[in-house]
């Protein structure tokens, strides 16, 4: 079940170099996220731990990072702020544990619905996430509480420094693979502000990560109906959000690889990962695809890269933290938008204007709407409009051809889908009044999709009968026949020579 995917000493190098990288990078996005949050710093570090760990361990996706993230964080605020962080903790658990079932239940494999527009749109609003999540650390302070962007030599030198980073991770890979370019910025960053002591932000000015072991520890909740009440509202959100993001971060992964992740097994790694940190004390998590992005471009595969970011952030926690606050925010910032022009669909642009309208109209809207609020609802509201824009489109494409055989039966050759889109359309293309007394529908071309469609077989055959005549359906696949037998018998079914329809198996989904 479990294996770390090296077998030579090149792999191991790589992968523990490209787990430091990432380890550097989950610092200040788990604090920040904290904050987000309302918990203190070390909660959201020992979730990135915890859950970085066991995700890697045991989830679908070898060379995903996952974490603490601002997508989960922003569901918790209202928990922490009414109850307290023990109920928190309590509905981490729970998040854990319906994450596990969804994982049992196979539900991973609907993920496969996304459409492309929804997957081009999320990936690009998570890079303006990324972007403007950057710009606050251009900002100060004041003594009143309230912040004011940089100017004069604190804003050029944060920029030169960015822009440093960021040559570094562009140029080097192009003299050596060696080395992972990101880590490579940030050390060099590091050691010039260090060495020359460039007055600039560094990671202990956003809080201390020193901190001691994760300990085990029940939440300290009454057990129960009222807790329950409680937290089962957001445990449900938290782990819709959880599963979603992190199953579009594997397709993301997987596209990026040309390999393929498994969406259920994920959802169980997610769900161990999340009810483990509970008991833990961490503010829970999901995968993170910017740190994601950043594992794989530093030559990160499998799960060890995964296993060692996780353990060198426990190492800074412990051992490390006086270092680990000495790095300059400018390099983290940096090394962050470069995730942010990797991750962006520049060719989106491009295609923009050749793409069918309505796919363009759901690629601008996931995007947008994944900047106004969240990753897991706009996805959510672009799988909707997507499936509305598909049944508009398909509600006009059923027609009927008919003819007389040399019998004097009226047959009705169907043509599309019979589905709530379509039984509009369906129904004014019969009149019962004007045909012979024996009609028969072909169904061969067509499909009964939905209770909608059974209600309207029923009501144009309730016509016939009204009218004296008998209405026939011939060539009903076994899963129609099914349908309208499960409603019971609404008109006279023909049965022979009904074609065979095959349900794709996903099995390895």
Same mark, same amino acid.
């Given at each position: 079940?479990?294996?770390?995917?090296?077998?030579?000493?090149?792999?191991?190098? !790589?992968?523990?170099?490209?787990?430091?990288?990432?380890?550097?990078?989950l610092?200040?996005?788990?604090?920040?996220?904290?904050?987000?949050?309302?918990?203190?710093?070390?909660?959201?570090?020992?979730?990135?731990?915890?859950?970085?760990?066991?995700?890697?361990i045991?989830?679908?996706?070898?060379?995903?990072?996952?974490?603490?993230?601002?997508?989960?964080?922003?569901? &918790?605020?209202?928990?922490?702020?009414?109850?307290?962080?023990?109920?928190?903790?309590?509905?981490?658990?729970?998040?854990?544990? @319906?994450?596990?079932?969804?994982?049992?239940?196979?539900?991973g494999?609907?993920?496969?619905?996304v459409?492309?527009?929804?997957?081009?749109g999320?990936?690009?609003?998570?890079?303006?996430?990324?972007?403007?999540?950057?710009?606050?650390?251009?900002?100060?302070?004041?003594?009143?509480?309230?912040?004011?962007?940089?100017?004069?030599?604190?804003?050029? @030198?944060?920029?030169?420094?960015?822009?440093?980073?960021?040559? @570094?991770?562009?140029?080097?890979?192009?003299?050596?693979?060696a080395?992972?370019?990101?880590?490579?910025a940030?050390?060099?960053?590091?050691?010039?502000?260090?060495?020359?002591?460039? !007055?600039?932000?560094?990671?202990?000015?956003?809080?201390?990560?020193?901190?001691?072991?994760?300990?085990?520890?029940?939440p300290?909740?009454?057990?129960?109906?009222?807790?329950l009440?409680?937290?089962?509202?957001?445990?449900?959100?938290?782990?819709?959000?959880?599963?979603?993001?992190?199953?579009?971060?594997?397709?993301?992964?997987?596209?990026?690889?040309?390999?393929?992740?498994?969406?259920?097994?994920?959802?169980?790694?997610?769900?161990?990962?999340?009810?483990?940190?509970?008991?833990?004390?961490?503010?829970?998590?999901?995968?993170? @695809?910017?740190?994601s992005?950043?594992n794989?471009?530093?030559?990160?595969?499998?799960?060890?890269?995964?296993?060692?970011?996780? =353990?060198?952030?426990?190492?800074?926690?412990?051992?490390?933290?006086?270092?680990?606050?000495?790095?300059p925010?400018?390099?983290?910032?940096?090394?962050?938008?470069?995730?942010?022009?990797?991750?962006?669909?520049?060719?989106?642009?491009?295609? &923009?204007?050749?793409?069918? %309208? %309505?796919d363009?109209?759901?690629?601008?809207?996931?995007?947008?709407?994944?900047?106004?609020?969240?990753?897991?609802?706009?996805?959510?509201?672009?799988?909707i409009?997507?499936?509305?824009?598909?049944?508009?489109?398909?509600?006009?494409?059923?027609?009927? $051809?008919?003819?007389?055989?040399?019998?004097?039966?009226?047959?009705?050759?169907?043509?599309g889908?019979?589905?709530?889109?379509?039984?509009k359309?369906?129904?004014?293309?019969?009149?019962?009044?004007?045909?012979p007394?024996?009609?028969?529908?072909?169904?061969?071309?067509?499909?009964v999709?939905?209770?909608?469609?059974?209600?309207?077989?029923?009501?144009?055959?309730?016509?016939? =009968? $009204?009218?004296g %005549?008998?209405?026939?359906?011939?060539?009903?696949?076994?899963?129609?026949?099914?349908?309208?037998? $499960?409603?019971?018998?609404?008109?006279?079914?023909?049965?022979?020579?009904?074609?065979?329809?095959?349900?794709?198996?996903?099995?390895?989904?």
């Amino acid at each position: 079940m479990f294996q770390l995917g090296c077998a030579s000493r090149t792999c191991f190098q !790589n992968e523990i170099l490209s787990g430091l990288t990432v380890a550097l990078a989950l610092v200040p996005e788990a604090v920040a996220f904290a904050f987000v949050a309302g918990v203190e710093p070390l909660v959201g570090l020992y979730a990135a731990f915890m859950v970085g760990l066991l995700a890697a361990i045991f989830g679908g996706r070898p060379g995903m990072i996952s974490g603490a993230t601002g997508a989960m964080a922003v569901v &918790m605020v209202a928990l922490v702020a009414q109850h307290g962080v023990e109920y928190l903790f309590a509905a981490v658990v729970l998040t854990g544990l @319906i994450q596990i079932l969804a994982g049992v239940l196979r539900l991973g494999k609907y993920i496969r619905i996304v459409p492309h527009p929804v997957m081009l749109g999320f990936v690009n609003g998570l890079a303006i996430v990324i972007f403007l999540a950057q710009l606050q650390h251009f900002q100060v302070k004041l003594p009143d509480g309230s912040m004011q962007w940089m100017v004069g030599s604190p804003l050029y @030198i944060l920029l030169g420094l960015v822009a440093l980073t960021m040559a @570094i991770m562009h140029f080097l890979p192009k003299i050596t693979g060696a080395f992972p370019a990101a880590l490579a910025a940030i050390l060099v960053v590091s050691f010039m502000v260090i060495g020359f002591d460039v !007055n600039t932000n560094q990671v202990g000015d956003l809080a201390s990560i020193k901190g001691a072991l994760p300990t085990f520890n029940i939440p300290e909740v009454p057990f129960n109906w009222e807790t329950l009440s409680i937290i089962l509202p957001y445990s449900i959100i938290l782990a819709a959000v959880g599963l979603i993001e992190s199953l579009l971060t594997l397709s993301l992964i997987d596209d990026l690889t040309n390999t393929r992740g498994r969406g259920n097994r994920e959802c169980v790694g997610q769900g161990i990962a999340n009810t483990a940190t509970g008991f833990f004390g961490g503010m829970g998590g999901c995968a993170m @695809i910017g740190q994601s992005i950043i594992n794989i471009n530093s030559g990160g595969r499998q799960r060890l890269s995964g296993i060692s970011a996780a =353990i060198f952030l426990l190492i800074f926690i412990l051992f490390a933290s006086s270092l680990i606050e000495q790095i300059p925010m400018a390099a983290l910032i940096g090394v962050m938008f470069m995730v942010v022009l990797g991750t962006f669909e520049w060719s989106s642009f491009r295609i &923009m204007g050749k793409i069918p %309208k %309505k796919d363009a109209f759901v690629l601008i809207l996931v995007s947008g709407v994944t900047v106004a609020t969240d990753l897991a609802f706009a996805v959510i509201v672009g799988v909707i409009v997507s499936a509305l824009f598909f049944a508009w489109e398909h509600a006009s494409h059923i027609n009927v $051809k008919g003819y007389d055989d040399k019998y004097g039966i009226r047959i009705y050759e169907l043509n599309g889908p019979l589905f709530f889109g379509s039984v509009k359309s369906f129904m004014e293309l019969f009149n019962p009044e004007e045909d012979p007394q024996e009609v028969i529908i072909e169904f061969q071309n067509s499909r009964v999709a939905d209770h909608s469609a059974i209600e309207a077989i029923d009501n144009l055959a309730e016509k016939y =009968i $009204k009218a004296g %005549k008998t209405l026939h359906l011939r060539h009903l696949s076994p899963e129609c026949v099914e349908l309208l037998e $499960k409603a019971g018998d609404l008109v006279e079914v023909n049965l022979m020579e009904d074609p065979k329809y095959h349900v794709a198996d996903d099995q390895l989904a």
